[in-house]
């Protein structure tokens, strides 16, 4: 497997959590143990890219997230041509 850098996981992270997601969703997409996915969402909640809907077990991208995403997406565009 090829070494992912923290961007790279956050990205997978915010992808899968755009519509709404369950923890144990966003672990296998981005292929995480349960101790590294717990860090990581909490590195997100606490920078405000992702949420937790209260009442529930969704985890959602914010608007902020989202604007992370967009921004990661071209700059992979712009190093990958």
């Known amino acids: 497997m090829q070494y992912r850098n923290k961007s790279e996981i956050t990205s997978i ?3 899968t959590a755009k519509t709404g997601s369950k ?3 966003i ?3 981005a292929n995480l143990s349960y101790t590294q996915l717990t ?7 606490q920078n405000g ?3 937790h809907e209260e009442g529930t077990r969704i ?3 914010t608007e902020k997230g989202l604007k992370f995403l967009d921004l990661s997406k ?3 565009k712009m ?3």
């Not at 860090?39 to 909640?45: D, I, N, P």
């Open 74 to 76: 071209k700059l992979s």
């Open 79 to 81: 190093t990958s041509a």
């Open 59 to 61: 985890y959602k991208s």
């Open 23 to 25: 923890k144990t969703n």
């Open 27 to 29: 672990m296998y997409r």
């Open 39 to 45: 860090g990581y969402l909490y590195y997100l909640q």
């Open 13 to 15: 992270m915010l992808e």
């Open 49 to 51: 890219l992702i949420k």
